[in-house]
T-cell receptor, first 112, second 116 residues
Framework: DQQVKQNSPSLSVQEGRISILNCDYTNSMFDYFLWYKKYPAEGPTFLISISSIKDKNEDGRFTVFLNKSAKHLSLHIVPSQPGDSAVYFCAAGRDRNYQLIWGAGTKLIIKP | DTGVSQDPRHKITKRGQNVTFRCDPISEHNRLYWYRQTLGQGPEFLTYFQNEAQLEKSRLLSDRFSAERPKGSFSTLEIQRTEQGDSAMYLC??????????????FGSGTRLTVV
């Protein structure tokens, strides 16, 4: 049972445009969500998080939106830059102290 | 502090051999996690420690797998009698857990295991 799903294995976006990465979850007990970015041969690095008491969190070019009723979150990157090309994972957890459940990742390719 | 360190970065072993990986977490972190990641998948949770206590193990952690964190600092993950299906990236992460809140969840670069 995949509790966290990233349905797009890859996404290609023109440099300067907005990148939107999507993530769906099934467990309504999740109350903490994170996005991680992973380059080849490196471990995932933390990007941005959001707790269920919020519906938006912004950090520079990165904004995460949470729609609890739809059990959906998205990561917006604007403007997209070539260095943003990586695999993006979303992860979800409960109570901020439980082990995280991860999506399969979306490979983002920024075209110059 | 150089973050979470994992050793070795790559390991090639013959089927049936035993392998051991090491993880050195961020020094002030009290929680340490092991994950396995196969191609095209997100990390799958294996087990985690709070200090030296192993608090949870996934059903993915078969009898051939054992993890230790003897002094609450570094951890080792051993796989006995390796099988080709064990080929994966093994990721370690650490965090600081305090009064119900997890801070600074950080991953290492992983150990890539290839069983031939």
């Amino acid at each position: 049972d995949q509790q966290v799903k990233q349905n797009s294995p890859s996404l290609s976006v023109q440099e300067g445009r907005i990148s939107i990465l999507n993530c769906d979850y099934t467990n309504s007990m999740f109350d903490y969500f994170l996005w991680y970015k992973k380059y080849p041969a490196e471990g995932p690095t933390f990007l941005i998080s959001i707790s269920s008491i919020k519906d938006k969190n912004e950090d520079g070019r990165f904004t995460v939106f949470l729609n609890k009723s739809a059990k959906h979150l998205s990561l917006h990157i604007v403007p997209s830059q070539p260095g943003d090309s990586a695999v993006y994972f979303c992860a979800a957890g409960r109570d901020r102290n439980y082990q995280l459940i991860w999506g399969a990742g979306t490979k983002l390719i920024i075209k110059p | 502090d150089t973050g979470v360190s994992q050793d070795p970065r790559h390991k090639i072993t013959k089927r049936g051999q035993n392998v051991t990986f090491r993880c050195d977490p961020i020094s002030e972190h009290n929680r340490l996690y092991w994950y396995r990641q196969t191609l095209g998948q997100g990390p799958e949770f294996l087990t985690y420690f709070q200090n030296e206590a192993q608090l949870e193990k996934s059903r993915l952690l078969s009898d051939r797998f054992s993890a230790e964190r003897p002094k609450g600092s570094f951890s080792t993950l051993e796989i006995q009698r390796t099988e080709q299906g064990d080929s994966a990236m093994y990721l370690c992460a650490s965090s600081s857990w305090d009064r119900g809140v997890n801070y600074g969840y950080t991953f290492g670069s992983g150990t890539r295991l290839t069983v031939v």
